[in-house]
């Protein structure tokens, strides 16, 4: 598997692992609601879903290569995040 295939599935597992996620973070924000003064909580649950792959496929990514991403890796990651977007929204706001 060659460095663009690693990164893709890095990134892919790491969206699916967050997705897995989402009606727990829906639960938590309805629970929470008093504290967060969250106006629209499936907004709320996509910026924290798209934080979290982002930041988790970037950590991954340092992990592998042992040193900081460049700014070409953080670029790809970006793109390949970007592209599960529907896949993440379709998920929030089913």
């Known amino acids: 598997m060659d460095e663009n295939q690693t990164l893709e599935e890095l ?3 790491t969206i699916e692992g967050a997705i897995q996620a989402i009606p727990a973070h829906l639960y938590e924000v309805e ?3 008093d504290i967060l003064k969250v106006v629209n909580k499936n907004e709320f649950v ?3 879903v798209m934080g979290m792959g982002l930041g988790m496929a970037t950590a991954a990514v340092a992990t592998l290569k042992r040193e900081i991403p460049s700014s070409e ?3 790809r990651i970006k793109i390949l995040v ?4 529907p896949d993440i929204r379709k998920n929030i706001f089913k």
Do not use: E, I, T
């Not at 970007?82 to 977007?85: D, H, L, T």
């Open 31 to 33: 629970a929470s609601k």
């Open 82 to 85: 970007y592209k599960m977007v």
């Open 11 to 13: 990134v892919k597992r």
């Open 73 to 75: 890796d953080l670029m």
């Open 46 to 48: 996509y910026g924290l």
